[in-house]
């Protein structure tokens, strides 16, 4: 049950566009289409950015959005706003019915 | 609206025990299946169990296994997560998550209940 693996940290200017990525393996990430996104603010509980690699639940913006490649799923966040400025987990179902979550990326918006 | 309200946390000793419920509403508690997912202070998020909405499958993370147990009941839209033999790395704000049935993500989160497990 290894986390995920995430940079620690990113950063970006207003109005630019940053990419997270996480890394797995065959038995998370890469088997399944289980990937999702959460976004957290200092304090404040999780909330669902993504889900299914690539959905966006009602009320995120489209400037959030999800993919993978093999082993790798990233979140790309486009045009860049204060606000958007929080720590960002991914996290996948595996191979033995379990949830596994990335260590978290913290988001500098410059 | 979709409401998860943590409560049961506190301070305990090495070696306690602690009880943690999770009161639903805003939603048919009976058709979702529950988990609890914690972050130690200062860390990252934790996956530590899930419930099915019936109850027919329940997981733990190997971290927890044999000395957390997980439950619900559906007629009271409750989520309940006994904490056994607990020790320091237990240290965290405990979450309740709902996850759609069939589904794989954790589409409400409660805001949290503080465990610390210090002598």
Redesign the interface.
């Known amino acids: 049950?290894s986390?995920l693996t995430q940079p620690a940290s990113v950063s970006g200017s207003p109005g630019q566009s940053i990419t997270i990525s996480c890394t797995g393996t065959s038995s998370d990430v890469g088997g399944?289409n289980?990937v999702?996104w959460?976004q957290?603010h200092p304090g404040?509980?999780?909330?669902?950015m993504i889900?299914?690699v690539s959905n966006r639940?009602s009320g995120v913006s489209n400037r959030f959005s999800g993919s993978k490649s093999g082993n790798t799923a990233s979140l790309t966040i486009s045009g860049l706003q204060a606000e958007d400025e929080a720590d960002y987990?991914c996290?996948s179902?595996t191979s033995?019915?379990?949830?596994?979550?990335?260590?978290?990326t913290k988001l500098t918006v410059l | 609206e979709v409401q998860l309200v943590e409560s049961g946390g506190g301070l305990v000793k090495p070696g306690g025990s602690l009880r943690l419920s999770c009161a639903a509403s805003g939603f048919t508690f009976s058709s979702y299946s529950m988990?609890w997912?914690r972050q130690a202070p200062g860390k990252?998020?934790?996956?530590v169990s899930?419930i099915s909405s019936s109850s027919s499958?329940i997981?733990y993370?190997?971290?927890v296994k044999g000395r957390f147990t997980i439950s619900r009941d559906n007629a009271k839209n409750s989520l309940y997560l006994q904490m056994n033999s607990l020790r320091a790395e237990d240290t965290a704000v405990y979450?309740c998550?709902r996850e759609p049935e069939g589904?794989?993500?954790?589409?409400?989160?409660?805001?949290?209940t503080l465990v610390t497990v210090s002598s």
Not at chain 1, 96 to 104: E, N, P, T
Not at chain 2, 44 to 47: I, S, V
């Open positions: 049950q986390a399944y289980y999702s959460y957290q404040k509980a999780p909330k669902l889900y299914d639940p987990y996290s179902y033995s019915s379990f949830r596994v979550f990335g260590g978290g | 988990n997912v990252g998020l934790e996956w899930s499958y997981y993370a190997d971290s979450y998550a589904a794989i993500h954790f589409d409400y989160w409660g805001q949290g």
